[in-house]
């Protein structure tokens, strides 16, 4: 009987760090500096999920924990529903803090990747961000919308890395964020 619950703390552990790798080719941005990416990041394209389905005007707003990490709030607008859902986790460096790999929880113990694998490291304007396997990408940037440059460039790196660009979801961004 002791053995059956080690293997199975082992096999949730294993499932659980599993979660926290990246696909095949997607690397993270280093040179990373935290304390720029902290703020308000808009959704401007994902790849669908049920976390999300049916969500629009969807941001993320980033900031400093007590204990170091990083406090992630995450909103949108149902549309079915017709109010603001919001999400509240919690997320932390992987590797170091100038290695663009987190891993990030809105339940428990449970942690996810999130690898922003580009980033404008000028100004910190737009990230493209993957987690732990083809199926979560993202495109973030500071405002609402971003030019046909960026969503080519982003269409082009997600394609060349493998993941489903034909399902690509582009966010409508056109409901006020902070009304509620």
């Known amino acids: 009987m002791r053995q059956i619950k080690w293997l199975i703390l082992l096999a949730a552990f294993l499932s659980l760090s599993g979660c926290l790798g990246m696909p095949d080719g997607v690397e993270p941005v280093g040179d990373f500096e935290a304390e720029r990416y902290l703020g308000r990041w808009y959704e401007?394209?994902?790849?669908?999920?049920?976390?999300?389905?049916?969500?629009?005007?969807?941001?993320?707003?980033?900031?400093?924990?007590?204990?170091?990490?990083?406090?992630?709030v995450n909103r949108g607008f149902d549309t079915e529903d017709?109010?603001?859902?919001?999400?509240?986790?919690?997320?932390?460096?992987?590797?170091?803090d100038s290695i663009?790999?987190?891993?990030v929880s809105f339940f428990g113990p449970f942690y996810g990747s999130y690898v922003v694998f580009d980033l404008d490291k000028n100004d910190y304007e737009t990230a493209?961000?993957?987690?732990?396997?083809?199926?979560?990408?993202?495109?973030?940037?500071r405002s609402p919308s971003v030019d046909d440059a960026v969503k080519d460039d982003f269409?082009?790196?997600?394609?060349a890395l493998g993941f489903a660009i034909d399902d690509l979801v582009w966010v409508?961004?056109?409901?006020?964020?902070?009304?509620?």
């Open 100 to 103: 663009a790999h987190l891993k």
């Open 44 to 72: 401007i394209a994902r790849l669908d999920h049920s976390f999300e389905r049916g969500l629009e005007s969807v941001n993320a707003t980033y900031s400093v924990r007590d204990d170091g990490g990083i406090k992630v």
């Open 172 to 180: 409508d961004q056109s409901r006020d964020a902070d009304s509620q």
């Open 155 to 159: 269409v082009r790196q997600a394609e």
């Open 128 to 141: 493209f961000l993957s987690g732990y396997n083809h199926s979560y990408l993202w495109l973030l940037a």
């Open 82 to 96: 017709g109010e603001w859902r919001e999400a509240v986790g919690k997320a932390y460096f992987v590797e170091d």
